[in-house]
Structures are given as structure tokens and as C-alpha cells.
């Protein structure tokens, strides 16, 4: 969709709660993307500002706020939010003109980061005005106007966009002076909603949303992550909310996306006439008629669509094997290339288009499979989603938060399903598989981790329902690490290793691999290694099944660690857990505010073998570990079988969310996990006569 493709989510995570731009309405604070963040995600960007600036004018609003007092933040707050407001004004033939204000004061020198203004719009966003301007602790007022700004395209991987964006730099933005900046833009947007987001990554002292509309328009409001709170009635089809004083998100280690955590207020806005060109949203069913309309005639198979479908088909005897064959044929053969203009951003090209372009990017290729599908008599439907858990929430129908469209499959009732893992059952459809085509490392039958538990608008002819996708089970996510070692009598560990993955481990083994130049993948694998054992030399590796997404992929390789057991007089020290710590969080003495995810279920086993020298004897053991709880378990043994200490170890978390009141026991759980897999068995070596 307009706001997916391969960017959005390195602009998500360089941005941080800059959404793109491309969301029916959106009035998130896109404006305060920060520092160099569009320069890490992709967006190729200089900055030509005016050697001189002439004497500002700075607006009363802006030194108003720059006179507000503030209480106590700690010590690392890099800046804090004097002042947000968004006035949104509403006409009767549905053009709309949003006013966006906001004043920073710079607390630290990593606040510097904000005296960078990125300012989004299209073909059918007119940027009317934009100024910024500083108030520095000493000296005079600086302001930049519109004519000291770079425009630039928003995303690199599409070959056609109109999304683009402004970035000003306001001078001196240095530790003590305020900075602000406001801008204002014309639309008409396709969807007459709004969406308010008022919090931050640094703390918001006021923040205000006002909303304007013509005599007799309504309007619905949505809370999320915050109280809900009514408006103050202004008079004249006028209303004002306000919020004050919300502290910053701030990041913390495995924590849900920052954008689901993050307050915010949706707003939808409508003509009880219906006179206008917009689209009211009241419930899912509304946004998936909405999208059932806009995609109707996308789906109109060509005679060479017809005929592939055959070809890909011709073989298959059952109706999986159909399924998987054009499926795969669409996710490898079918490149992501993004074409969006308008409302192109939401509405997928024509089906003969990306058969014969061979690109597209996640909408079109969910239509391409959709539309093979159904010359195979298979049935399917679109689902749109957002590739962050959690965003996307039951209480606000809107259109705005999806980016990403996949496909759900109706799988017939015979049908053999054994290792669809990413089926459901639906009351009235039946069956459904749903798979991601845009992923080429994630096989038909499983799920990217990120849209497992997470909420999907399924598209009907009759409208749409939300449904919440499935997690997976652990067992769909494996990992087996079987080693065969050898330890000298001065300590040096050598052997072979055998790594077999599916589901969410095979994904991120190929997304690593894949993407690395052939000689490349060597150092990967050492880099591996290194984590877990000192001075070593990686002898030979082998990946099988890397490339093809029917099997599983297999890595094999050989080592020799030198000095891996310790010397303590006449005893040696070995750890039993060579490689792989399933310890993937720490928890510092702070408390978490947020609860943790994990990226998916998962159940991993560790068998090791490790020969002992001739004539050392055991000296101590670690007792087993049994760890369980309703997050996940872990167990582990080590056993003596004549010359050979085996160890074995089972690792499994259970869902991906864990709420901020069982955080006491997952951290009780990984502190155990971290004690035993430093444990050592002790060798006593071999008296000399």
C-alpha cells in the first residue's frame, strides 16, 4: 500500500513516530522527524540553507511558549515539547487545511537532532506555507522560510511515487534555546478521518487538536493509549482537546512498536448527506467495502495470466500443490517495485499490468496471486494489515493504519493441510491459509513473524471483518543444534556442528544469507562464533537448501576452539553450552514501563557431544535445570556416557507478548537461564606417576 513499501519500515525505525505520509488524513506528527534519520533510511537528502538570516518575526504563539515553565525531567532528556497543536479546518464540499504548530526546547546536545524539520505532501497535498525559526538563550531571533528547504523523494526502492517531502534545518537548535516551526497544508482526502498523535519520544508539556466543521457535519472519537477525555465545545462546529504533560516513550529492549504504544486520538468526520467526495468510516465493514469498491476491477485475469496458471498448475494433483505453485512462482519471479501516484497508493494495479511488467509492490502482488488463484477455481481475499503488532486495534476503524497488504486463501474442506501452520477457520469462509507473498524468505504455509497475533481487515464482496491472524506454535519455529566435539587435555574444543531450521529461524537465516555476497557468508558465520568461544578457526561450512523455500535449510560447519577450557592447577574447566545463549533480554535495575514482545513463538533444542581426553576424570557436575512457567520453559542435563559428556538443553517461549505483571517472573526466568548456561563441569586431569 501508499504507506508500506520496503522503506516504511526503516523510516519507522530511523524517524521513530514519523508515519508515511500516505494515511488517508493522518495528522501524526510527521513534521518532527529528527536528525539524520532520512539519510539512514534511504532518502538521499542536502541541506542548502542561506548563509544570512534575516531578522525573524517570531510569532507570539512561539514566545509564548517559550515562556512556559517546566517541571523536573531527568537528566538524560534531550528535549522536551513546549507546545504541539494541529487545527484542522473542514469545507462543505470536503477540502480540508490543517495547521501544524510546535515549540521545542533543547535540554541536551543529542536535542540538537530536532532543529531538523521533515514536512510530507503529494499531488494531492499542497504544502501552503512552512517557517521555522530559534529563539536562542542569547543573541537574536533566527528564522528559515520555505525557500531554505530541500525537497526530496520520500521512498528510494519505488520507481514512481509522488510522495515527497521539505526538510528544513533550524539554526542553532544547541542545548537551552527553543526552536519552533509551523506549516500548513490543503487536501481532500480520499478518507475523512484524522489521526491525532500527540506523544513522543521526548516529553510533551501541551499538546492541543482542534477541529473545525462545516453546520450539521459529526464526528466520532477514538482514544487510544490514553484516557479518554470529551472536548471543550468552542461554539460554531468547533471543538478543542487537550493533554498535557504526557511523558515520553522511551525505549526499552523488546519492547511492542513504538507507534502502538504512543497516545493518539482518531477522529472521524462526516456530512450526514453524504454530499462529499470522502468516505465515512463507522465500523470495518465500512473500511472493507471501501476497499472492496476501490479493488474491484484489479482482479481481471488476461489470456497469458490464463495460461500461465495453467502451465504452473499442470502437474499439481492436489489443490495445495496448486496453490504452492503459483504461489511461489508470484513471491520469487514477481519483483517488489512500487508505482504510486494518488490514490495508486491504495488501489493495486490491474492484474495483466504486473503479469506483464513482472514488478509490483505488496498490493499488486497479492493481486497477481489472487487472480492465478482463481483460474485454478480457488477462492482468496485481500488483508490488509500493519507490519506492527499491536497498531492496528478493533477500536478505531480507519484505513489509515494499514501498510501492508497479504492474502488470505480458501483451502477446501478435503484439502490435505498438514504443515500449513498460518491456517484458520472462518464462520462463514471456511478455511483460510493466509500467506505474505512480498516475503521471499518466509514459505507458503507460514507467517512472518510481525503479522502472527496481530489484527488483519479481511476484504469481502459484502465488506470486510477484522480478524486477528494466528500465532504460530512453538513447533512451527525450530531450531536443532546437534554438535560432535572433541576436547584436548589443553583444553582446545574442536568438531562439527549441524544446524536445522524451519519457520521463523529459517526465515532469519536465509534474510541473513540471501543478502550477503557469497563470500560474505563465511564472515557471518564467524562473527557467530565469536560470541561464544575465544580463539577459533571456522574450517569449512555448508549451507543446503538456502534458496529453496520446499525444504528447510541445513548448516553444517567445523571449528576448532583453542583454550576453550579453562586450566585451574590440576582441574579443567569446561562449559557444556558451547554456542547459542538463549538469554535474549537483560533487565537492568530500572523498572520497564512497557510490556516485551517477542518477534514469534518459538521451541529450540541443543544436543552437544563432547568427547573427554583420555584419563580425566569428573570432577563436578551441574544439576539439571527445569524452568517453567506460562511465558516459555527451559530444561537442561548434562550426563556422562563412559568418555562423553552429552549435554542437552530445550528452550521454548510460548507467545510473543508478555504483560507488564509477569515481568517479575520473566526476568527471574532469564536469570536463571543465564546461570546455567555459565556453569562448568569440572575434569580432573590424569595423575603423573
Known amino acids: ?89 473542514v469545507a462543505n464540499n470536503g477540502d480540508i487545511r490543517t495547521r501544524y504548530r510546535e515549540a521545542v526546547k533543547i535540554l541536551r546536545p543529542e536535542g540538537r537532532k530536532m532543529g531538523e524539520v521533515v514536512v510530507p505532501f503529494d499531488k494531492d497535498t499542497r504544502l501552503t506555507y512552512l517557517k521555522g525559526w530559534c529563539i536562542p538563550q542569547d543573541g537574536k531571533d533566527y528564522e528559515v522560510k520555505e525557500k531554505d528547504a530541500v525537497e526530496s523523494g520520500m521512498f528510494s526502492e519505488a520507481l514512481y511515487a509522488d510522495d515527497k517531502v521539505k526538510i528544513i534545518k533550524i539554526p542553532a537548535a544547541e542545548p537551552g534555546n527553543i526552536i519552533g516551526w509551523e506549516y500548513d497544508r490543503k487536501r481532500r482526502p480520499y ?50 482537546w487537550e493533554v498535557a504533560d504526557v511523558p515520553a516513550i522511551e525505549d526499552e529492549p523488546n519492547m511492542p512498536a513504538w507507534s502502538s504504544l504512543a497516545g493518539r486520538l482518531g477522529i472521524t468526520y462526516f456530512s450526514p448527506s453524504g454530499a462529499t467526495g470522502g468516505t465515512r468510516l463507522a465500523s470495518w465493514a465500512d473500511v472493507g467495502r471501501w476497499y472492496s469498491q476501490l479493488s474491484a476491477q484489479s482482479r481481471q485475469a488476461s489470456p497469458e495470466i490464463k495460461q500461465k496458471a495453467a502451465e504452473l498448475t499442470a502437474n499439481a494433483k492436489t489443490s495445495v500443490e496448486k496453490i504452492r505453485a503459483v504461489a511461489e512462482f508470484v513471491q520469487r519471479d514477481i519483483r517488489y517495485v512500487a508505482i504510486e501516484v494518488g490514490i495508486g497508493g491504495f488501489r493495486p494495479h490491474d492484474a495483466a499490468d504486473i503479469f506483464s511488467n513482472h514488478y509490483g509492490d505488496c498490493k499488486d502482488k497479492v493481486t497477481l496471486l489472487s487472480t ?43 484439502a490435505d493441510a498438514a504443515g500449513l501452520w498460518a491456517l484458520d477457520n472462518d464462520p462463514k469462509l471456511g478455511r483460510l491459509l493466509f500467506f505474505d ?48 566435539l572433541t576436547l584436548r587435555g589443553d583444553g582446545t574444543l574442536f568438531g562439527d556442528v ?22 560474505e557468508r563465511r564472515k557471518a ?75 514469534s513463538a518459538t521451541l529450540e533444542s541443543d544436543t552437544v ?56 517472573q520473566l526476568k527471574d526466568f532469564y536469570h536463571q537461564i543465564s546461570v546455567d548456561e555459565n556453569m562448568s563441569a569440572i575434569l580432573r586431569k590424569p595423575q603423573t606417576p
Open 1 to 89: 500500500m501508499k504507506s508500506r513499501d520496503a522503506e516504511q519500515t526503516y523510516l519507522r525505525a530511523a524517524f521513530r513516530k514519523a508515519e508515511p505520509f500516505r494515511q488517508a488524513g493522518s495528522t501524526a506528527p510527521q513534521h518532527t522527524v529528527k536528525g539524520t534519520a532520512a539519510a539512514a533510511a534511504g532518502v538521499t537528502i542536502m541541506l542548502v540553507l542561506s548563509a544570512a538570516f534575516s531578522p525573524a518575526a517570531t510569532p507570539d504563539w512561539l514566545r509564548t511558549a517559550a515562556q512556559s515553565p517546566l517541571p523536573k525531567y531527568p537528566d538524560d532528556t534531550k528535549a522536551v515539547v513546549l507546545f504541539s497543536e494541529t487545527v484542522t479546518t
Open 191 to 240: 478518507i475523512l478521518q484524522d489521526d491525532w498523535r500527540f506523544q513522543e519520544d521526548i516529553p510533551v508539556r501541551q499538546a492541543r487538536y482542534e477541529l473545525h466543521l462545516p453546520s450539521g457535519w459529526e464526528y466520532d472519537s477514538f482514544w487510544l493509549n490514553h484516557a479518554s477525555q470529551k472536548p471543550t465545545d468552542m461554539g460554531n462546529g468547533a471543538w478543542a
Open 372 to 414: 492465478m488463484l482463481a483460474q485454478t477455481d480457488l477462492r482468496s481475499y485481500y488483508v490488509l494489515m500493519n507490519s506492527n503488532r499491536g497498531m492496528v486495534t478493533p477500536e478505531f476503524p480507519t484505513a489509515s493504519d494499514f501498510d501492508h497488504v497479504i492474502l488470505a486463501i480458501q483451502i477446501p474442506a478435503d
Open 437 to 484: 507473498p512480498t516475503d521471499t524468505y518466509v514459505s507458503l504455509g507460514q507467517l512472518p513473524s510481525e503479522l502472527q497475533a496481530n489484527y488483519g481487515l479481511l476484504v469481502t464482496d459484502d465488506g470486510g471483518q477484522l480478524v486477528k491472524l494466528p500465532l504460530l506454535p512453538p513447533t512451527a519455529n525450530r531450531l536443532l543444534r546437534s554438535a560432535k
Open 498 to 519: 549441524t544446524e536445522l531450521r524451519w519457520g521463523a529461524p529459517a526465515a532469519d537465516l536465509r534474510a541473513q544469507l540471501l543478502s550477503l555476497p557469497i563470500a
Open 525 to 599: 558465520i564467524e562473527d557467530f562464533l565469536a560470541r561464544f568461544l575465544g580463539g577459533f578457526t571456522l574450517l569449512s561450512y555448508k549451507v543446503d537448501g538456502l534458496d529453496d523455500m520446499a525444504t528447510y535449510p541445513v548448516l553444517t560447519y567445523r571449528f576448532v576452539a583453542y583454550g576453550y577450557a579453562q586450566e585451574a592447577g590440576d582441574l579443567l574447566l569446561l562449559r557444556p553450552r558451547v554456542l547459542g545463549s538463549k538469554e535474549v533480554m537483560r533487565f537492568d535495575k530500572k523498572d520497564r514501563q512497557y510490556p516485551v514482545e517477542f518477534p
Open 609 to 664: 557431544e563432547i568427547r573427554l581426553p583420555s584419563g580425566y576424570k569428573l570432577d563436578g557436575l551441574p544439576r539439571p535445570t527445569t524452568i517453567e512457567n506460562g511465558m516459555g520453559s527451559y530444561k537442561s542435563k548434562l550426563e556422562l556416557d563412559g568418555e562423553t559428556l552429552r549435554y542437552t538443553r530445550l528452550y521454548e517461549i510460548k507467545d510473543v507478548l508478555v504483560p507488564t505483571d509477569h515481568l517479575p
